[in-house]
């Protein structure tokens, strides 16, 4: 019966250092699968064009659906995990500076997405995206994309072209060090 004692005990320790390596793993799994936290805040809109139609209305439904469709794209791609921080007052601004910076740290997120679109002509557009990374306060990226004509269709394809670089420049599971 002696020998017996020693015996559970092992497979006691066993079981349980099993079972704290599944659990262990398991987080780390649910992290990677999680993707990198990142806050967006919604872009601003800047028209410039001397266009005698006031088309304010327009332009705003139309950053709306942008920021929506590129909000569900990134999350979407796997590699992110988007953040909505909570602003006082909201909506987020980047005028906010630094503030701003603190309140996406604070909401989880480990990097923050702001940009604007400015239309210069009736015909040109440019869409600014800026990730800056919380932990060091850098800009990680700074990109200037163009777009042509002002249609429902124009600013869908560049959403799709602006999420699409996000993700494939965004690195592999940089939150975890890997």
């Keep these: 019966m002696a020998r017996s004692l020693p015996r559970i005990t092992a497979l006691t ?5 099993i079972g704290h390596l599944t659990i262990a793993l398991g987080f780390a799994a649910d992290a990677e699968t999680a993707g990198i936290a990142i806050a ?17 209305a327009e332009h705003e439904v139309r950053l709306s ?24 007052p909201d909506p987020c601004s980047r005028s906010t500076g630094s503030e701003l910076l603190k309140t996406a740290h604070a909401a ?22 800026e990730v800056i990374d ?5 800009i990680v990226l700074d990109k200037i994309f ?4 002002d ?17 494939t420049l965004a690195p592999s599971n940089e939150v975890n060090g890997q």
């Design 65 to 88: 659906v942008f920021m929506s469709a590129l909000k569900d794209d990134l999350a979407a791609g796997g590699k992110f995990r988007v953040i909505v921080p909570a602003c006082r």
């Design 146 to 149: 163009t777009f042509r004509r």
């Design 108 to 129: 989880g997120a480990d990097f923050l997405l702001v940009g604007g679109i400015h239309k210069m002509s009736t015909l040109v557009q440019w869409a600014k995206a």
């Design 40 to 56: 967006i805040v919604d872009f601003t809109y800047v028209d410039t064009s001397g266009e005698v139609l006031d088309r304010r």
């Design 13 to 17: 320790l066993c079981a349980a250092a």
């Design 134 to 138: 919380l932990r060091s306060g850098q």
């Design 151 to 167: 249609t429902d269709q124009a600013w869908r394809r560049s959403e799709e072209f602006i999420s699409n670089e996000l993700i």
